[in-house]
C-alpha cells in the first residue's frame, strides 16, 4: 500500500462538523464559522531529514521550504496566509544554534508574507529532524478555488518551468500567493493546484476531482533548463519532458479556465507578471484521464506521479 | 539546552501580524479574525514512538491520546475544539492497518467532542511513528482564559488526582472540555492550564505568566491511588507527593478563582460534575515562587516540573 492508497482508506470515514465545507480531497480544508463574507483554510506539512532534505541544504533553507510548502497549498486556494505553528522533532542531543537557524528561514519566509508564527513544539524525534507546520489562512466566501471545478474545453495553464527541482529549486521556489489571489480576483478560475506531485500526478487530481479528462501539448509543456541539461549530460537521467512531469516539488501554479478567457488572461498576465513564464500547456476534455498530444498522435499518459513514477510515457 | 529553554530562545522575535491576540506563552495560540464574538484557538501537539508511547499502547489508545493532549489544551482556554489535521509519519513498511487502528482511536475521541478530521499527511519517518496533530478551536470574544491573570489571593484548584499517569491515565484521560467551559460560563476564571508536565510545572507557568507567587497546602494536593501504591510498593518509587507534583501527563485542570467565589464555585461543582473531584489546593501570593505548607512550615518548591525533576522537594 503506497502513500495514496493508505490515505484513501483512512480517510474514507473521517468525522466531520457543520464548520466543514470541504475536508480531506483539495490543497486545504475549508472551513465555515459562519463570517458572511469569510472561510478559513487550514493546512499541515512536514519535511523529513533525509526524506525532503539531506546535509547539503543549510536549516535556514530547511526551515524556508518547511513553511513555503504550506503557502504554496494556500496560494493554489488562492488564499491568504495567517498563523503558523511548528512543531519540530529533534534528536536528544540537538545543535541549538542549527535549530534557531532553522526559525531564522522559517521566519524569513512568514515575514514576507505576513505569516505570524504562534508557537509550536519542540520534541524529542532520536533519529532526524522531523517538521511540521500547520497553517491557518483565509480566503474570501466563494473566492476559493478548488480542484474539481475544471470543465471540459477549459484551458490549462501552467506557471513557471517544470522539472529538475532537485537541483535546487525544491528550496528555494517562491510560493505563488500573490499570483494566484490576482488570478482568482481578476478572472474566473475554474480549478488549482499547486504542482509538488509533478504535473502528471497534479495534473490527475483536478482530472479526478472534476470528473473530466485532460489533454496536454508535448511541445508546450514548458521544461525547465535545469531539467533539459541533466537530460543532456546523461543518457541514464530521465527524459527532460518525463522530468517535468514527474519530478515533482516545483511549486507551480497549474489552473484552469473558460477557453474564452485564455488570451485576456495570458495577456493580462504579462502586463501583471512579466518576469514570471505562464503557459497554456492544453485543454480540459470530455474524457476521464490525461492524453499527450505529440506529433505522432495522441498518447493516454501513463505516469501517475512522483509517487508511481515508472519512467516511461506511452 | 533544554527543551523549555530552547523554546525560549527560538521565539524571542516571531513574526507576528493582527491577527494575534496571544502568539506563544499559552496553551493555545489565540487569533482575530473581526468576528463580533468569536476567537480562534490554534494548537498543535506531537506524539512519537518509544517517546510518548511504548508497545504496550494498543493504535487505538496512540491515536485517541494524540488527539486528547490538544483537546486538554483548548479546554485549559476554555474553548470549544472544531477542526483537526493529522501528520502521521511512518516507517517505509507500515502497518496499514495498525496505521487505520491508530485513526480509528483518533476518531473515536473527535466524534465524542464533535471534532472534524479535515485532513492531513503521512509521510515517512524511517526509525518510528511520529504523530503531529494540529486542532483549531473556538472561544467566545473576552470569554478565553489564560495563565496570565491569576491575582495573589485567588484560591488554586484542581479537578481529578495527581500523579501516575504514567500507569495507564496517560492513555485514556478524559479532556475536561465540558467541565471547563462549564466553569467559565458561570464563574469568573482568572487563570487556568491543563496539568501536562505535572502541577510543579504547570503551576509555576501560572506563575511566571501572572507575575504573582502560589502557596500549595500539602495535605490537600489530591494524590491519586495509583500514586500512592507505587510509593507503598518500593521505597525507590518517587514518594507520592512528589509523583503528584512533577510526574506530569495528568491532563487535569488547574485553575484560580477569586477566594470570594470560592466555596460558591466548589458546590455548584459537585451538583454538576457529582463524580469527578474537584479539590482547592492553596492560594495564589504576592510572592514570586511556589512555596509548599506543611506541618513543619512553610517550604520553597524546588521542583520544576517533569523535564527538571530532581526526586527531592526542600
Chains 1, 2 share one sequence.
Not at 42 to 52: L, M, P, R
Not at 184 to 208: C, E, N, T
Request: hydrophobic fraction near 45%; charge should be neutral.
Amino acid at each position: 500500500m503506497n502513500e495514496f492508497e493508505l490515505i484513501a482508506k483512512l480517510t474514507k470515514s473521517l468525522p466531520t462538523n457543520e464548520n466543514v465545507l470541504c475536508g480531506t480531497g483539495d490543497d486545504c480544508a475549508v472551513l465555515d464559522f459562519g463570517a458572511p463574507d469569510q472561510l478559513f483554510l487550514f493546512k499541515t506539512d512536514a519535511v523529513v531529514e533525509g526524506i525532503h532534505f539531506d546535509k547539503t541544504a543549510s536549516p535556514e533553507q530547511v526551515g524556508r521550504k518547511a513553511l513555503a510548502r504550506c503557502l504554496s497549498d494556500i496560494a493554489a486556494m488562492a488564499g491568504t496566509p495567517s498563523a503558523a505553528l511548528v512543531t519540530i522533532g529533534l534528536p536528544q542531543k540537538f545543535d541549538a544554534d542549527f535549530v534557531a537557524r532553522i526559525y531564522d528561514g522559517m521566519g524569513g519566509m512568514a515575514k514576507q508574507f505576513g505569516v505570524a508564527i504562534v508557537g509550536g513544539e519542540t520534541t524529542t524525534n532520536p533519529e532526524r529532524i522531523f517538521i511540521s507546520i500547520a497553517l491557518l489562512g483565509t480566503v474570501g466566501r466563494g473566492k476559493q478555488v478548488m480542484r474539481s471545478e475544471a470543465r471540459a474545453g477549459d484551458a490549462i495553464f501552467v506557471t513557471g518551468e517544470l522539472g529538475g527541482s532537485i537541483a535546487g529549486k525544491h528550496l528555494d521556489f517562491e510560493p505563488r500567493l500573490v499570483e494566484a489571489r490576482w488570478l482568482a480576483d481578476h478572472f474566473p478560475i475554474h480549478a488549482m493546484i499547486d504542482l509538488s506531485d509533478g504535473l502528471a500526478g497534479d495534473l490527475r487530481h483536478i482530472v479526478k476531482a472534476s470528473g473530466v479528462g485532460a489533454e496536454l501539448l508535448k511541445t508546450a509543456v514548458p521544461v525547465s533548463p535545469v531539467a533539459k541539461a541533466s537530460a543532456r549530460k546523461s543518457s541514464t537521467a530521465r527524459p527532460a519532458f518525463a522530468a517535468a512531469l514527474a519530478d515533482g516539488e516545483d511549486f507551480e501554479l497549474l489552473f484552469t479556465v473558460a477557453a474564452k478567457d485564455a488570451v485576456k488572461l495570458l495577456d493580462a498576465w504579462k502586463k501583471r507578471f512579466p518576469k514570471l513564464k505562464l503557459t497554456c500547456i492544453g485543454k480540459m476534455t470530455a474524457g476521464d484521464g490525461i492524453l499527450v498530444r505529440d506529433k505522432t498522435g495522441s498518447h493516454k499518459l501513463n505516469i501517475h506521479g512522483y509517487a508511481h513514477f515508472q519512467g516511461k510515457t506511452e
